[in-house]
């Protein structure tokens, strides 16, 4: 998910009472529900499409979770140490407790792939020790309406505080809501996978991806038994043809090893000028040159005549 919505977490757990716990305890939730997205500096030095396949992993697995916020808590316990020494630590910060710190930022920071995993991305949940890719196809990326559900409950949470007012209630019903909201969700989109897997021609495999704005809706991702990709039941590609070419492709295109590493549904597709992409059902767009596609030489592709890549009808 994108980093306001963890954040937003990070402030709701805070708001439901865990920020009494400690001094400085919103900042390690806040800040502690983002650490795993250290990863996207390495956009700083990979080109192309090779950021896919180092994004959502190492930061994201078993230990990360553990030192990242343990670095965190020791940078805040030292900060508000370097405020005491300076005599400018605020009067009204409660005593501020390391092993709080610690606690309160790896709650946080659990948040954070717990999250990630509800969209069709995918996160690497094991890493270093296994890099199998997860997926809850739950939520679109970014979600307007969670942003407006935490985002009112921690405000309103906030004036009620002020007004000294019951301030934990609201964030409490807020992380239930949402709770409910993800499950209302999760079930949208195992009913639209049953009903695509028990429709003919019976795809081998069935995946609903979450649409932005409209969250009960869901593009159907199908893999035949021809061997098609389609979107919606409009082919898109030959996953079966582009499997027995991977070692060739990976092999004479740099950025093909980590897009195919990263991709879930890969296949290759012509745009209108004739020139070839390798690209990903989950992300699959009629314009050639995308974030989530790889450029191919016309020669790799010659030999298996790819479907071109057509824009979706539109709905009369």
């Not at 991709?263 to 390798?278: C, E, K, M």
Request: charged share 20%; proline share 8%; hydrophobic share 45%.
């Amino acid at each position: 998910m994108d980093n306001l919505t963890h954040s937003l977490v990070g402030a709701l757990i805070g708001q439901a009472g865990l920020k009494r716990k400690t001094g400085l305890a919103m900042p390690a939730l806040i800040i502690g529900a983002n650490p795993p997205d250290v990863d996207a500096a390495c956009l700083f030095w990979l080109d192309g499409v090779q950021h896919l396949a180092f994004r959502r992993g190492i930061t994201h697995g078993p230990p990360a979770l553990i030192l990242l916020p343990l670095v965190l808590a020791g940078l805040l316990y030292g900060f508000d140490r370097w405020q005491e020494r300076r005599g400018k630590r605020p009067e009204g910060r409660l005593p501020v407790s390391f092993k709080w710190l610690y606690l309160l930022s790896f709650i946080a920071c659990l948040t954070h792939p717990a999250l990630d995993w509800l969209n069709v991305y995918g996160i690497r949940l094991l890493e270093p020790f296994s890099s199998e890719w997860f997926y809850g196809d739950t939520l679109f990326i970014i979600d307007v309406w969670l942003w407006a559900l935490m985002g009112l409950a921690t405000w309103f949470s906030l004036r009620r505080e002020k007004r000294s007012g019951n301030w934990q209630r609201p964030a409490r019903v807020a992380l239930g809501a949402m709770l409910a909201y993800i499950g209302v969700n999760h079930a949208i989109t195992w009913v639209a996978e049953e009903r695509a897997r028990m429709n003919e021609p019976y795809p081998r495999i069935a995946i609903a991806s979450p649409q932005p704005i409209y969250f009960w809706q869901r593009e159907i991702i199908t893999g035949e038994e021809d061997g098609r990709w389609r979107i919606d039941e409009r082919e898109v590609g030959d996953f079966e043809l582009l499997a027995e070419h991977k070692p060739d492709i990976a092999g004479a295109v740099p950025d093909a090893r980590p897009f195919l590493f990263w991709s879930r549904t890969p296949f290759i597709s012509r745009d209108a000028d004739g020139v070839y992409y390798l690209r990903d059902a989950r992300f699959a767009s009629p314009l050639g040159g995308d974030r989530f596609s790889v450029r191919l030489p016309e020669q790799v592709c010659e030999p298996l005549n790819p479907v071109p890549l057509e824009a979706p009808a539109s709905p009369d």
